[in-house]
C-alpha cells in the first residue's frame, strides 16, 4: 500500500524486465486526423474563404466549453452510438456546419481521412522486426483495423483493444490487462505510449510502463517514435 510519502512496505528493488511488448494510442499517437479546414471544405463540397474558415474554427473551439456539448463528451468512448452522439453534437453547435454533421462524423471515421504520422511505419516496423509484440490499445468508437490496413500498417500490429467493445474508457486497467493477455505478456513486459497523461499513462497502475507523448503535432509530421524503440531495446 502507498501513503502519502511513499510506499509504507517498500519492496526489494527489482531490475526492469526486458520490453517484450508495445501498446500504442492511436489518435495523436501513430495516426492523426487531417486538418480541419480541409475536412470542412471537403464536407461542405464549396469554397470556403479565411474569414468563414475562421469563424467556424472559432465556432467549434468555443462549443467545447457549451454545457451541452461538454456532457455529450463524457463517456463518449464507451458505445459506438455514445461516440457518434458526442461528435455530431459538437459539430452542429457550429450553424455552418450543422447541415453536416452526420457527414463530418462518416469523414472521421473514414481511413483515407487519417495521416500516419511520418515515423510510425519505420517504428512499427522495427519492433516487428525484433520480435516485439505491437498492440493497439484506443479510445475509439469503431474498428481501427480498415484505418491501419488503408495505410499498410495492420500487418504489423497483433492486438486490438477497442474501447467501445468493452464499454469502457482509458485509464480503465481492465483495457491494459486484456491488451497484455492477448499478446502473452506480463504488464512488467510492456509499455505503453500514448499522448494523454490522465488516459495512456494510467497504465502504470497496472504496472505498465508508460511513455506520454507532447498533444498537438501537426498531422503528418516527425513523431519522435525513434524514443519508443531506444526504451524498448530496439537499436
Known amino acids: 500500500m502507498t501513503g502519502p510519502e511513499g510506499p509504507i512496505r517498500p519492496r526489494a528493488a527489482q531490475l526492469p524486465q526486458p520490453v517484450r511488448a508495445v501498446l ?18 471537403a464536407t461542405l463540397g464549396r469554397a470556403v474563404d479565411e474569414r468563414e474558415m475562421d469563424r467556424i474554427l472559432t465556432g467549434l473551439e468555443d462549443a467545447l466549453a457549451d454545457p451541452d456539448v461538454a456532457a455529450a463528451q463524457r463517456g463518449r468512448d464507451v458505445s459506438s452510438r455514445a461516440h457518434r452522439r458526442a461528435f455530431t453534437r459538437w459539430y452542429a453547435a457550429v450553424p455552418e456546419l450543422a447541415p453536416v454533421a452526420g457527414a463530418l462524423y462518416d469523414q472521421l ?4 481521412h487519417w495521416v500516419p504520422y511520418e515515423d510510425a511505419s519505420a517504428a512499427l516496423a522495427a519492433l516487428y522486426g525484433a520480435g ?3 498492440g493497439v490499445v484506443s479510445d475509439v468508437g469503431w474498428d481501427l483495423r480498415p484505418t491501419f490496413a488503408h495505410h499498410g500498417l495492420d500487418g504489423y500490429v497483433s492486438a486490438w483493444v477497442h474501447s467501445f ?3 469502457t474508457e482509458k485509464p480503465d486497467p481492465a483495457l491494459f490487462r486484456e491488451a497484455c493477455a492477448r499478446l502473452a505478456v506480463s504488464p512488467g513486459e510492456a509499455l505503453m505510449v500514448g499522448d494523454v497523461p490522465a488516459k495512456d499513462g494510467g497504465a502504470a497502475a497496472v504496472g ?7 498533444a498537438g503535432q501537426v498531422p503528418g509530421s516527425v ?4 524514443a519508443v524503440l531506444r526504451l524498448a531495446g530496439v537499436a
Open 24 to 41: 500504442f494510442d492511436f489518435s495523436g499517437t501513430l495516426l492523426q486526423m487531417a486538418d480541419y479546414p480541409d475536412r470542412v471544405r
Open 109 to 112: 471515421r473514414s481511413p483515407a
Open 132 to 134: 516485439i509484440g505491437v
Open 165 to 167: 467493445e468493452h464499454g
Open 208 to 214: 505498465i510502463r508508460s511513455y506520454v507523448l507532447p
Open 223 to 226: 513523431r519522435g517514435l525513434d
